[in-house]
């Protein structure tokens, strides 16, 4: 049950004309829905009262509003979309991380490259727009191949979304926007850092 399912045409049968053998189709329970202008839990007395006055031996139980129903009938849906997102923070968080570890380990590599660039005239600039779009540049391939992958797995997706379409364009455009500003501010921090390179001291290391 839930929001998720799809409408399903139902009859209702007076009481007296249901057979006996529909009783073990819903578990010989029955569900009773009541509206009025009160608080719905003071109906609750009203509700038994009516109830035990048509059979003393019938138990009623699971007293709840529409409001309260309505959550557990997506309970399940709401917990795998959080493990789906707490694994996708997490994915996001390492590939942060590795990217900028990437970045700073070959910027620690081509110290001596970066002070021959800038002792040649190459400003702080120049080398932090190289050293950027070296980082930016797989993120990008990683973006094309992840985006097409993902629009490739989506019918397998559709049965678990509700009230958007597994290929919602405002969604793959917000998702590879975020994961495009992570991995350039996981290349700028190192490559800012390039620019702060002394050629002098960088030439003579070398």
């Known amino acids: 049950a839930g929001p998720s399912i799809d409408l399903v045409p139902e009859f209702y049968l007076p009481l ?30 009203a509700v038994r009262t009516a109830v035990a006055g048509v059979d003393p031996s019938l138990a009623l139980y699971s007293v709840r ?9 997506v309970a399940e849906a709401r917990i795998r979309t959080l493990l789906l997102g707490l694994l996708g923070a997490i994915g996001l968080a390492l590939a ?32 932090m ?32 979304l509700y009230g958007v379409s597994a290929t919602d364009p405002v969604t793959f455009a917000g998702v590879a926007l975020l994961l495009f500003a992570v991995g350039l501010a996981a290349s700028l921090i190192p490559a800012r850092r390039a620019t702060r390179v002394d050629p002098t001291e960088a030439m003579q290391a070398g």
């Open 65 to 73: 509003t529409l409001d309260e129903a309505l959550p557990q009938t």
């Open 96 to 127: 942060a991380v590795g990217i900028y570890g990437v970045i700073a380990y070959f910027v620690s590599l081509r110290r001596h490259e970066i002070g021959i660039r800038m002792a040649l005239g190459a400003t702080p600039g120049d080398v």
């Open 16 to 45: 007296e004309q249901v057979p006996p053998e529909a009783w073990d189709w819903i578990q010989r329970a029955m569900m009773i829905v009541v509206r009025g202008p009160a608080d719905p839990r003071a109906l609750a007395g």
């Open 129 to 160: 727009t190289l050293l950027t779009w070296q980082g930016v540049r797989p993120v990008l391939a990683g973006l094309a191949l992840g985006s097409g992958l993902a629009f490739a797995v989506t019918r397998w997706l559709a049965s678990q």
